[in-house]
């Protein structure tokens, strides 16, 4: 009976975690991709609005993982590796070069982590006004937190919340 597994206690490989990462991650910016070209932010779809939305639902989705453990911390690194992945994929996608990868991805990195530590301070400090000052100074180019578009965004956290139950 030993080649009967109970594969819920099994623990996860570093390749099972990449896979489940990269499943969130992809719905995560099929999301984002949909809010920015759906008109509802009135704003022009381009690349910088669909990295801060996809940036936000991460680090959304980052806050989830917090109280879930090692799981939940191995999790968190997977989603943010795939982060990377995705961005440098989508960056050679649009022409970028070997040469000027490495300085956009570090400014693209510097960035994201920037963003992420912001709205996690917020998030784990239950302070509102800040979520929506950031969304609107990221997201949303400076734009107010009192702006409708900043609650059209922050409606999405709920979305993205339970992509972890799913």
Same mark, same amino acid.
């Given at each position: 009976m030993s080649w009967?597994?109970?594969?819920?206690?099994?623990?996860?490989t570093d390749a099972e975690w990449r896979i489940r990462a990269l499943a969130i991650h992809d719905r995560l910016v099929a999301r984002a991709l949909e809010l920015a070209g759906g008109g509802r932010l009135e704003m022009?779809? &381009?690349f910088d609005l669909r990295f801060d939305l996809v940036v936000?639902?991460?680090?959304?989705?980052?806050?989830? /993982?917090?109280? #879930? %453990?090692?799981? &939940?911390?191995?999790l968190q690194q997977a989603l943010w590796d795939a982060l990377f992945?995705?961005?440098?994929?989508? /960056?050679?996608? #649009? %022409?970028?070069?070997?040469?000027?990868?490495?300085?956009r991805m570090r400014r693209l990195f510097r960035d994201a982590t920037g963003r992420r530590?912001?709205?996690l301070a917020?998030?784990?400090?239950?302070?509102?006004?800040?979520?929506r000052r950031a969304v609107g100074r990221n997201v949303l180019n400076g734009a107010a937190g009192d702006d409708p578009r900043v609650?059209?965004?922050?409606?999405e956290f709920e979305w993205a919340d339970g992509l972890l139950t799913k």
């Open positions: 009967l597994v109970d594969r819920s206690k099994k623990k996860r022009e779809d &381009g936000l639902f991460v680090s959304r989705t980052l806050y989830a /993982l917090n109280n #879930r %453990g090692d799981q &939940g911390r191995r992945e995705g961005l440098d994929h989508s /960056l050679r996608q #649009r %022409g970028v070069n070997d040469i000027r990868m490495a300085p530590d912001a709205y917020a998030w784990r400090d239950g302070d509102d006004p800040a979520i609650a059209v965004i922050i409606a």
